[in-house]
């Protein structure tokens, strides 16, 4: 079993790869030094996957790259491949996320941006058009930005239904299609915004992060600016599911790829304290759908450790028994292939991690 682990950094991508069962790893990068990846995405619909990258250079400015030989070799292409039109009078600062559609077109690829719009590509991520619908919703104009950029970070195509699609953005909320994206609607109810008069408003909260159930396809969890959650309705309606966690704030929330109700997270201690609680390293792991909560860090540091993980930071492979995988803003990266009971370090001493997938190739 070969494992592939991308590491999008604030300086470039470095890619792992495991040929022994995720024992040991080898470390290759940077790739686009000097750049952020805040976005990769491993597209196994082709006989040989293909990678994704949203790259952000300070002189060259926002692109998307890709590779079909597991990253030995880049393209490009000439013109920019996510590009806002001009009627728009907007720029693109960086492709945020990138996401694939498993149940569509088989060359189908989406791209959440900042500022906040959702772009769609059907070649594979060679070309991106603008999802008109969304960017011309009455909302769109009061979205503001978050601490970290105002930014469409979260895609969910449904795995069966490929009219339904969820999206979720800071600060704005989380929005759903049942018609293909031709309309969309807030789903945020039960999630609450702190820093808004109307604590539970129709839209407008910082959700940091949706991730959708392996078993139930309308389960979703999302981790808020303070606030864990769960929807049994594709994200219509909220519920609490915090209860047992050190504390309900975070970025990151990761649901396994094959088994029901089971679920990472990663708390930090609060808003204006973004450490492990207790300067303690733990990824926390339900599984009954949030429910209960146990703490897993057989392997990870047990002195202070304070860096935080960020919403893209934290991933699961595809692979039997699941690795999971998280980066730091330390750049320090550790994986567990046993799903979440034991860790080890794959790289330390990287840039900081911004984004963090992985597949079995």
Not at 70 to 79: K, R, S, V
Not at 101 to 121: E, H, I, K, M
Request: charged fraction near 20%.
């Amino acid at each position: 079993m070969t494992v592939l682990l991308a590491l999008g950094t604030a300086k470039g991508l470095f890619l792992a790869r495991s040929d022994d069962d995720r024992k040991s790893w080898d470390v290759s990068g940077p790739h686009f030094p000097m750049t952020g990846v805040y976005g990769v995405c491993i597209d196994k619909r082709r006989a040989v996957p293909r990678l994704l990258a949203g790259v952000t250079s300070s002189h060259f400015g926002p692109s998307v790259a890709y590779s079909d030989d597991l990253g030995a070799t880049w393209q490009e292409p000439d013109h920019p491949p996510v590009a806002f039109p001009q009627d728009t009078g907007t720029a693109l600062e960086r492709v945020w996320q990138l996401a694939t559609d498993p149940a569509g077109n088989p060359d189908r690829v989406y791209a959440g941006t900042q500022p906040s719009a959702l772009f769609v590509s059907d070649d594979g991520g060679v070309t991106f058009e603008l999802v008109r619908s969304l960017w011309d919703h009455p909302h769109r104009p009061q979205w503001a930005a978050g601490f970290g950029g105002q930014a469409i970070h979260t895609i969910l195509p449904h795995p069966d239904d490929p009219s339904s699609l969820v999206v979720a953005m800071s600060t704005g909320g989380v929005y759903h299609s049942a018609d293909g994206g031709a309309s969309w609607k807030p789903g945020n109810s039960g999630i609450q915004a702190t820093f808004m008069p109307d604590r539970f408003p129709e839209f407008g909260q910082c959700v940091h992060k949706v991730s959708r159930d392996a078993g139930d396809p309308d389960r979703l969890y999302a981790q808020n600016h303070h606030g864990v959650y769960r929807s049994d309705d594709g994200g219509v309606r909220w519920e609490s599911i915090a209860e047992g966690l050190p504390s309900d704030f975070g970025f990151t929330i990761v649901a396994h790829p094959r088994r029901p109700d089971v679920v990472y997270n990663f708390p930090l201690a609060a808003d204006a304290m973004r450490f492990p609680p207790d300067a303690r390293c733990r990824v926390y792991r339900s599984q009954d759908a949030g429910k209960s909560w146990e703490a897993l860090s057989d392997g990870l540091p047990a002195e202070p450790f304070y860096p935080a993980v960020l919403r893209d930071a934290m991933c699961a492979d595809d692979a039997d028994p699941a690795g999971v995988y998280f980066g730091t803003r330390s750049g320090e990266v550790y994986a567990s292939r046993d799903e979440g009971d034991s860790w080890s370090q794959v790289a330390t001493h990287l840039p900081d991690v911004l984004c963090v997938r992985a597949a079995e190739v």
